[in-house]
């Protein structure tokens, strides 16, 4: 397990989120990361990212929490290859869950690949349970599930 140090990102991130989108196979265009993250009101998109302990600190993964109605929506969640399967998935996860209590949402979802198996264990894990399949819901026509869970997030052991 790596245990990194878990921040809110701002303008100053955005060559460490084009880094990390540059070797993910899906990653917002750099014009949204721009203008999310050099916007004065992030209150639509709360980006937090997870940073290495090193004095580099660089970042290794970094999620964005939005709204829908009452509900937060965990719109992004990327690790970087190489710190997969440390447990950065599932603090940044957790950081997510804190900060959408803390703006007094009651659940979280998301919509996920179904291909996505590896992201569909991470949530089932995080408690989420499946709710509804959005058929061809991506532009490659792939279906979407739906998941969501009551906060605070727990692990299922
Ligand atoms: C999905 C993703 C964010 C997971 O991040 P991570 O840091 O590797 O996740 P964690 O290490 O916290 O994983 C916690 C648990 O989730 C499950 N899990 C995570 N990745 C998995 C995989 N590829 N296959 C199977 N189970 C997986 C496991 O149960 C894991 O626990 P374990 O390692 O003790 O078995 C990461 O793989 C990623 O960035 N993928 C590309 C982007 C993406 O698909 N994002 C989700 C879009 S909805």
Redesign the pocket.
Known sequence: MYLPEINFLTANNIPDVLRINAR???AWPESVIREDLQSSSQNEMTYIGAFATTTEAPLL?YAVLGREKRAGILM????DKD?????????LLLAVGDCAMYLHMRRLR????KS????I??YS?MSFISETVRRGYYSTGEDAIEMSAALPLKIKL
């Not at 710190?83 to 950065?88: A, D, H, L, N, W």
């Not at 996505?116 to 992201?119: L, R, S, Y």
């Open positions: 993910a196979d899906y993964g992004l969640l990327i690790v710190f997969q399967r440390q447990g950065v998935g599932t603090q998301l919509r996920v690949k996505n198996i590896g992201a264990a991470l894990k």
